[in-house]
């Protein structure tokens, strides 16, 4: 039995959601073997480093230059099919998710994204964006699935490190075309909210665009990201990238300081990859306060001022 | 001049003032047609009283003593005088002829030099206000006019006592004279020869001319209310303050649909009268929160406005042209947008216009045919059609406030209590205003009273939308709410919540829904005068702020008042009452962004400059801007629902 | 321009999901229901390039009948006319989706001509399963671009914006094309009474296929653990700051 495992990329070094689900793969048993499968452009951006696969198969062509999700998909379909797998796993990624459904699609079989568990009986399967879990069986002779990032912890391989072949995939004209073919860059300098280590977010308590004016400060201090809730964009306070939620951006901070916010669950979707959140809200039954490791109760224009204060103090002191 | 040259001469005036007056007045009166109906009829009882209230008696400008006074006496005089007009016009033609009965009874001739004087105690009067005094309500009122109009006034009664004081020198007066004391002392000035007699014909002559020239006048400028503030009081509202009038949406023919007022032919005839009334005094300006914090809206200067238009473009759409937007043409956007509703405005105006139509009016088309309306308040409109409540929390933790209390929540099937609490959402979601839910629920029950809630199956009364102007969502959480109170079989309703109060009291009528609705003040008011709740007396110094909702537009005053002073020692604020300062979150402005220096931060310093410890509301939308206002402000005061403080006081037993 | 939108109606959970007893479905008793937010960016998206270019948007569901209010609700913003795959309620997986969607395309083309654009929301808001949108172009042998933010159609071309980190990717596709879109594409608008008036008497076309056999079948729903946790609170008001420094410092993010 093979399974093969689908890994993205960026210069050269495997995605942390793709080592996830290389784990995951290896992890499913049965005495499968484990292939991991790559695209690039060039032979020379074969991954390095332990990988938890038995062989890794990079998937060369000029297609590969630049993000083509049928491309990509052709060619794990091919290889899929040289191998026999019986199982083709991918990262949780909106790419991966991407790359999988389209392998769906060309295979004609269901596939079970955002997994966070594989059993014999089927697999466990997140929804709203996290906030709820599905038990799902699955009825195919080839079962497909993308892992939930932070689902499982990253392991790298024991043992030899795996064998790398390359080969050369047939595509079609379809595949051909549908690529990027420009990038255009980011609107604002200033830290990523994806990438940010720590976010400082507003929701409907900050009462008005203005009214982040502490929230910023406070961002500022801590050199973090600001974020809003939904209800801030659809006030047309921020703009939407600067939400944070199950429709926004998903965030993986140190620490993510939630201000104003009650914690609907679309929120909640979006910082469930917070490793602590630390609510301030003056409302103390407030849902957010089930999820968050800290809480201040208090009015966000009192309570963020003075922590603002609190850290200047601080560091001249 | 003979006789019969003075009658031609007369006639011709008079025909010629009156037809350009008729011409005018049919224009306008042609105008006022093009307006949308409104019902304003019945209730003739009430509608009589406030003729003799309002007019006659003046009541709403004495409510300012002087400038009451002032135009008091203009106006007690133009009735006394009436009879004179008559007396001139005949006398321009014939000095001999004397009006039956009444050219003889020195009674009334002495009251025609009284209030002759007091015209022109008036007038000077007014002057002194407009020249020295300068009050700032008179900014944007064209003042020019107004002075041209007490130059009139005066004239018109100095000429009067000149021709009287003629007449008795040449003793063509059919009155005793000495009953007309200042008219017998200015004869003194006068001989009884030739002089005297052209005198005296120049006298009657100018008043004459001066009466049938401020005819014609009359319709060109604000001095028309004396026209129309008669028309617009008969047919000012009689019940019901705080019940906005109903849109029907049933209509087949979608052009004939009335989505509030987009351009002038969509002002109903009451609203065009209304502009017609105005005459720019400025009460309703200087009373407005939004205006005192500095926002662009003026009550004053909206009716203004919407008045220029009229005027300017009527006349064109009679002709068969189109009607231009009102907003922003004649209204801006913020204008709009800066009301919160509160009415000080009408309970102001002493020509009974009512701001408050208008501006809903005008938010109704800007919502619901223009969907133009700041993008915040958009997300409440949202909520409350998707998520049944203004903050989109979820309906199934609408009774979370009640756990651990022993209230009954009424499921589908259970009988009718005997009254109905109906929390209202900010007190079902908001965690200042659970308190008074949480207090209230355990007063009642306390008391024994079968009260029961219904929980998630509350929905917003749509109040916030339909303030909003989204008349559409608003009925439709109207039927949804009559429907399930229906079902429910309730008929008794007690809510902590003034906005609630007034739409279930006073709005859901129009739609099937008929209770008995008090707010929760009433009724804890009664239970303690019944004794069924005995708090001990209390001594902490408690200011009531009385909710616009409550007091103004409900007529809710005592009760509050009654519970306050059993538990504390009571302090006022001058704007309280009936002239109550509003909290700064009516018209669906608890969710829309301020601009401009906060209203609630006005009234939280007002609250604290009586030296009270604690503020005392019976709203919740009160308790939450007012507590957030003596924050911002620094202050020290509690901010807390009656119904808390009572709870509270019955602990300490 | 002829333009297909596909919606789903999803309920408005709030701050906490409660299940039903036989934990096969969320307890919506007291919830209100939207269409999916990406998919509302979708409607207002297609109703925007019908107004620019002339023609047509057609609003498409898979849903139970109460999911009419979801197709009136985008016809208030502008859709022309609303075609309604009626379910009894139950759950259809992605596949068994897709074909339906797929069979209503076929029958609406083969009688009105190819649509220029399918639109679909990148991911339900309560499955996320992040495939129909992607199998119905395979099946209709149509290029798919999605996860977009923005969206520009110039004569037979549409130019896609996917937003990715550090900036956004760029697609252009030949019509006839599909696309799946995310919130913040743009903001939809509040439909004015008339529309909404208009909306309750526009066409709506039925079709109730039989249900296939599920391939990706829910067998249970589970509300994660974790979500029971009480924070620790730091303070109250202002008094909190220092207790909070202390805290930013231990984990180490106050330099």
Not at chain 1, 160 to 186: I, K, N
Not at chain 1, 242 to 259: L, M, S, W
């Amino acid at each position: 039995m093979t399974t093969l495992v689908y890994l993205e990329q960026t210069d050269g070094a495997v995605d942390e959601p793709s080592l996830q689900a290389a784990t995951m793969a290896s992890s499913l048993g049965g005495g499968a073997e484990v292939h991991a499968v790559v695209a690039a452009d060039t032979a020379a951006l074969a991954p390095a480093g332990q990988l938890p696969v038995d062989a890794v198969q990079v998937a060369v062509h000029e297609a590969f230059g630049s993000y083509a999700p049928l491309a990509v998909a052709e060619a794990v379909v091919e290889l899929a099919g040289r191998l026999g797998a019986t199982c083709v796993v991918g990262p949780g990624t909106e790419r991966g998710n991407e790359v999988l459904a389209h392998v769906a699609a060309l295979l004609d079989l269901p596939l079970a994204a955002n997994c966070v568990a594989v059993a014999d009986a089927g697999v466990t399967r997140v929804r709203w964006g996290g906030s709820l879990l599905e038990e799902a069986r699955v009825d195919a002779p080839t079962l497909l699935l993308t892992v939930q990032p932070h689902a499982v912890a990253a392991e790298p391989g024991a043992g030899d490190p795996p064998s790398v072949e390359t080969f050369t995939p047939t595509l079609s004209d379809a595949a051909l075309a549908l690529r990027v073919v420009e990038r255009v860059g980011a609107a604002t300098g200033g830290v990523s909210l994806a990438d940010a280590r720590v976010v400082v977010s507003g929701g409907r308590g900050a009462g008005s665009e203005e009214g982040f004016a502490p929230i910023e400060e406070l961002a500022e201090l801590l050199e973090a990201a600001v974020g809003c809730s939904r209800a801030v964009t659809m006030a047309g306070w921020r703009p939407h990238t600067d939400q944070v939620g199950q429709t926004g951006t998903k965030i993986a901070p140190e620490i993510y300081i939630a201000c104003g916010i009650s914690g609907a669950t679309q929120h909640m979707a979006g910082c469930k990859g917070a490793k602590r959140i630390l609510a301030i809200n003056a409302d103390r039954e407030a849902p957010i306060l089930q999820s968050a490791d800290y809480a201040v109760i208090g009015d966000l224009h009192e309570v963020v001022p003075a922590i603002s204060a609190a850290i200047r103090a601080a560091r001249s002191g | 001049m003979s006789t019969a040259l003075s009658a031609v001469a007369l006639l011709a005036a008079l025909a010629v003032a009156t037809a350009l007056f008729a011409r005018r007045a049919h224009l306008l009166y042609r105008i006022v047609r093009l307006g949308k109906p409104t019902d304003r009829s019945g209730d003739l009882g009430r509608r009589t009283k406030a003729e003799a209230t309002v007019v006659l008696g003046q009541r709403k400008l004495l409510q300012r003593i002087v400038p009451g006074l002032v135009h008091a006496f203009v106006f007690w005089g133009f009735i006394v005088l009436a009879p004179t007009i008559v007396m001139a016009l005949l006398g321009a033609v014939d000095a001999d002829w004397t009006f039956p009965w009444l050219g003889h009874q020195g009674w009334y001739f002495l009251l025609v030099d009284l209030f002759c004087v007091l015209v022109l105690v008036g007038v000077v009067s007014a002057f002194g206000i407009r020249k020295v005094q300068r009050p700032a309500r008179f900014e944007g009122s064209h003042l020019r006019e107004a002075d041209v109009i007490l130059g009139l006034i005066a004239l018109i009664v100095t000429t009067l006592l000149g021709w009287h004081a003629t007449q008795i020198a040449l003793g063509l007066n059919e009155w005793p004279a000495g009953w007309s004391p200042v008219s017998d002392a200015l004869s003194g000035l006068f001989g009884d020869g030739e002089a005297t007699e052209a005198f005296e014909r120049a006298f009657v002559w100018l008043h004459v001319l001066t009466i049938l020239g401020f005819l014609v006048y009359l319709p060109y400028s604000k001095h028309l209310h004396i026209a129309t503030a008669g028309i617009n009081v008969w047919f000012g509202r009689t019940r019901a303050r705080g019940r906005l009038e109903p849109l029907d949406f049933e209509i087949e023919d979608e052009s004939a649909l009335r989505l509030g007022a987009g351009t002038l032919v969509d002002m109903t005839w009451k609203q065009m009268l209304d502009t017609m009334s105005c005459t720019e005094c400025g009460r309703c300006q200087d009373v407005c929160p939004a205006w005192a914090t500095g926002k662009d809206l003026s009550p004053k200067l909206l009716i203004m406005g919407l008045r220029d238009r009229l005027f300017a473009e009527g006349p064109a759409v009679l002709g068969g042209g189109e009607a231009t937007a009102l907003v922003p043409g004649a209204v801006t956007d913020e204008v709009v947008w800066d009301c919160v509703t509160c009415g000080a405005c009408v309970h102001e105006c002493p020509v009974s216009i009512e701001h408050v139509d208008h501006v809903v009016d005008l938010r109704r088309h800007l919502v619901m045919s223009e969907s133009r309306f700041p993008t915040e308040a958009g997300t409440m409109l949202r909520d409350v059609g998707r998520s049944s409540n203004p903050w989109g929390k979820a309906q199934s933790e609408r009774a979370a406030w009640a756990d651990g209390l022993d209230v009954r929540v009424l499921e589908p099937g259970d009988p009718a209590p005997e009254i109905l609490y109906w929390v209202g959402c900010a007190a079902s979601f908001d965690e200042r205003a659970r308190a008074t839910a949480r207090a209230t629920a355990t007063l009642l029950l306390h008391a024994g009273l079968d009260v029961a809630i219904l929980g998630p199956r509350e929905s917003c009364t749509g109040d916030p939308a339909r303030r909003m102007g989204d008349e559409f969502t608003f009925q439709e959480q109207a039927r949804q709410n009559v429907g399930t109170l229906g079902d429910a079989g309730v008929t008794r309703i007690v809510t902590s919540c003034p906005h609630c109060f007034n739409t279930l009291g006073n709005e859901y009528g129009d739609f099937g829904g008929d209770y008995e609705v008090v707010h929760h003040t009433e009724l804890l008011a009664e239970l303690l005068a019944d004794g069924r709740l005995q708090p001990p007396v209390g001594e902490e110094a408690i200011t009531y702020h009385d909710s616009c909702y409550l007091a103004r537009h409900n007529d809710v005053l005592a009760a509050p008042r009654e519970i306050v002073s059993r538990i504390g020692r009571p302090l006022e604020m001058a704007r309280s009452g009936k002239r109550t300062f509003c909290c700064g979150a009516g018209g669906a402005h608890m969710w829309m962004e301020e601009r401009g220096s906060a209203i609630n931060e006005e009234r939280a310093r007002e609250a604290a400059a009586t030296g009270a410890d604690t503020l005392a509301v019976a709203c919740p939308f009160c308790t939450m801007m007012l507590d957030d206002g003596v924050k911002q402000t620094g202050g020290e005061l509690r901010v807390a629902d009656v119904a808390v403080l009572l709870a509270e006081a019955l602990e300490r037993v | 321009m002829r333009v297909l939108v596909c919606v789903k109606r999803v309920p408005m959970t709030g701050g906490t999901i409660v299940l039903t007893d036989d934990d096969r479905a969320i307890e919506t008793r007291h919830l209100g229901f939207t269409i999916s937010p990406h998919e509302e960016c979708g409607v207002e998206e297609a109703v925007r390039l019908v107004e620019a270019n002339g023609g047509e948007s057609v609003v498409l569901t898979l849903g139970p009948t109460e999911a009419e209010e979801q197709l009136r609700d985008a016809m208030a913003i502008g859709a022309d006319r609303a075609t309604h795959v009626v379910t009894d309620g139950q759950e259809w997986d992605p596949q068994a989706t897709a074909s339906a969607i797929l069979e209503a395309i076929r029958d609406d083309e083969a009688a009105n001509g190819p649509f220029d654009l399918v639109v679909f929301g990148n991911e339900s808001a309560d499955a996320g399963n992040f495939q129909v949108g992607i199998r119905v172009a395979h099946a209709l042998e149509r290029p798919v671009a999605t996860g977009l933010k923005a969206l520009t159609v110039d004569g037979g071309t549409a130019r896609c914006e996917q937003e990715t980190a550090g900036g956004r990717d760029v697609y252009v596709l030949q019509l006839p094309a599909v696309v799946t879109v995310k919130e913040g594409l743009n903001l939809p608008r509040y439909p004015s009474v008339p529309g909404r008036l208009r909306a309750q008497r526009k066409p709506i076309e039925t079709r109730t296929p039989e249900r296939p056999a599920p391939r990706l079948a829910m067998a249970r729903l589970v509300v994660p653990e974790g979500e029971g946790k009480q924070a620790e609170v730091l303070g109250e008001g202002a008094a909190a700051a220092p207790r909070v420094v202390e805290v930013l410092r231990e984990i180490g993010v106050l330099a």
